[in-house]
């Protein structure tokens, strides 16, 4: 990789150039970091699931995922719906 070379790219300013840099270099990207930082673990698997995107899936996080017990989870993730048992039974 040759300094400067992609600014060359038409619309490749400073900014992407520095960030395409940091990332060849150092395997990471800080601002890509701090962007998940922000959002809870596992919104991306709930985004997988068809028709759940990115508000439904950080409202479930919220409400539905973290407080859910883990036999639930397991469950959840096992046939890719929102049933939850009543009179918490375990799963």
Do not use: H, Q
């Not at 699931?49 to 409202?59: C, D, M, N, S, Y």
Request: proline share 8%; hydrophobic share 35%.
């Amino acid at each position: 990789m040759k300094e400067g070379r992609l600014r060359e790219i038409p619309g490749v300013g400073e900014a992407i150039s520095s960030k395409i840099t940091e990332l060849l270099t150092t395997s990471r990207l800080e601002a890509y970091e701090k962007l998940r930082a922000e959002f809870p673990e596992g919104i991306i698997n709930l985004m997988t699931i068809p028709g759940v995107g990115p508000k439904t899936a950080l409202r479930l996080s919220k409400e539905l995922v973290s407080p859910m017990p883990t036999s639930w989870k397991r469950r959840f993730w096992r046939e890719g719906s929102f049933f939850v048992p009543s009179g918490g039974e375990d799963c």
